[in-house]
């Protein structure tokens, strides 16, 4: 189920159905995040080099940037995935986990939840999915259509803060032995968190670490699927799109706030990657 005025949609898994998700499909992600949340049968995956075994009640939870594979479902498989965009969870992440929290969900995405949670979790997910199909928000006058918007939004953090809490409770964010690259890629992206507002060039954080700007941005490739310059642009364009949309900060202050010498520049560095200007961006939402 999709809904282009929400930034989060629902891709049931059903068994004996015909569907995108076939054995060897590979789900590639960039700009979202997402959970699947097993309720029946077996689904089998591959994240990098470790295969994961998912069962009822068992959650794997995807971050951005990660190639992961369906290896196997049973015919009776079934489940929900939320795929949620990263302009709408970056805010409520980044208030919620460190960056080094983050990096270990990448290292460890799967958790197997409890009956009482594994009920929980579903009666909410369930109840968003139900409200989403009774709304028909394209329908609404704008008045409401903005306040249904907001309630399921709402509604959305909730699942948002419940699935952080389950993780929290079933698999403790403890360190995870590392090898060189994946400690190039980890400090990578504590800096990027840090410095993404003033500092846009690679060469700055290859030379953080010593290391040439080519090797680095090839081992940021390797280990994440995107290159430096991909995770800096989507940093800096994930905050405008989200300043422009629930601020009411100007176009120039918006800029200022991200470092931008003027706001043409801005507009154009915006433009860029959106296609649209900032103005035109925010008259469209």
Same mark, same amino acid.
């Given at each position: 189920?999709?809904?282009?005025?929400?930034?989060?949609? #629902?891709? &049931?898994?059903?068994?004996?159905?015909?569907?995108?998700?076939?054995?060897?499909?590979?789900?590639?992600?960039?700009? /979202? /995040?997402?959970? +699947?949340? /097993?309720?029946?049968?077996?689904?089998?995956?591959?994240?990098?080099?470790?295969?994961?075994?998912?069962?009822?009640?068992?959650?794997?939870?995807?971050?951005?940037?990660?190639?992961?594979?369906?290896?196997?479902?049973s015919e009776d498989a079934q489940g929900?995935?939320?795929?949620?965009?990263?302009? +709408?969870?970056?805010?409520?992440?980044?208030?919620?986990?460190?960056? %080094?929290?983050?990096?270990?969900?990448? @290292?460890?995405? /799967?958790?197997?939840?409890?009956?009482?949670?594994?009920?929980?979790?579903?009666?909410?997910?369930?109840?968003? =999915?139900?409200?989403?199909?009774?709304?028909?928000? %394209?329908?609404? &006058?704008?008045?409401?259509?903005?306040?249904?918007?907001?309630?399921?939004?709402?509604?959305?953090?909730?699942?948002?803060?419940?699935?952080?809490?389950?993780?929290?409770?079933?698999? $403790?964010?403890? &360190?995870?032995?590392?090898? =060189?690259?994946?400690?190039? #890629? @980890? @400090? +990578?992206?504590?800096?990027?968190?840090?410095?993404?507002?003033?500092?846009? %060039?690679?060469?700055?954080?290859?030379?953080?670490?010593?290391?040439?700007?080519?090797?680095?941005?090839?081992?940021?490739? %390797?280990?994440?699927?995107?290159? $430096?310059?991909?995770?800096?642009?989507?940093?800096?364009?994930t905050e405008a799109r989200q300043l422009?949309?629930?601020?009411?900060?100007?176009?120039?202050?918006?800029?200022?706030?991200?470092? #931008?010498?003027?706001?043409?520049? #801005?507009? =154009?560095?915006?433009?860029?990657?959106?296609?649209?200007?900032?103005?035109?961006?925010?008259?469209?939402?």
């Amino acid at each position: 189920m999709m809904n282009k005025m929400l930034p989060f949609r #629902f891709i &049931p898994v059903e068994p004996r159905t015909v569907d995108d998700l076939h054995d060897g499909h590979v789900i590639s992600t960039f700009d /979202c /995040c997402g959970m +699947f949340l /097993c309720t029946g049968g077996e689904v089998e995956i591959l994240f990098g080099e470790q295969s994961y075994r998912l069962r009822r009640g068992d959650m794997y939870i995807y971050v951005p940037s990660t190639i992961v594979r369906l290896l196997h479902r049973s015919e009776d498989a079934q489940g929900i995935m939320v795929e949620i965009e990263l302009s +709408f969870v970056l805010p409520l992440a980044t208030g919620t986990l460190s960056v %080094e929290n983050l990096l270990n969900l990448r @290292h460890a995405p /799967c958790i197997t939840l409890g009956e009482a949670e594994f009920r929980h979790l579903l009666t909410l997910t369930e109840s968003l =999915k139900q409200r989403i199909e009774q709304a028909d928000l %394209e329908s609404l &006058p704008m008045q409401r259509r903005i306040l249904m918007q907001d309630i399921l939004r709402s509604m959305a953090q909730t699942i948002f803060y419940e699935v952080v809490n389950l993780y929290y409770v079933n698999r $403790p964010l403890a &360190p995870l032995p590392q090898g =060189k690259k994946e400690l190039v #890629f @980890h @400090h +990578f992206m504590i800096s990027l968190f840090q410095n993404y507002r003033t500092e846009r %060039e690679v060469a700055f954080y290859a030379t953080q670490q010593h290391i040439d700007s080519r090797y680095f941005s090839t081992i940021i490739k %390797e280990k994440s699927g995107s290159t $430096p310059q991909q995770w800096i642009v989507q940093m800096v364009i994930t905050e405008a799109r989200q300043l422009l949309e629930s601020s009411d900060l100007s176009i120039k202050e918006i800029a200022a706030k991200l470092n #931008f010498p003027t706001q043409s520049f #801005f507009g =154009k560095y915006f433009k860029q990657y959106v296609g649209l200007s900032p103005k035109a961006y925010r008259q469209r939402i």
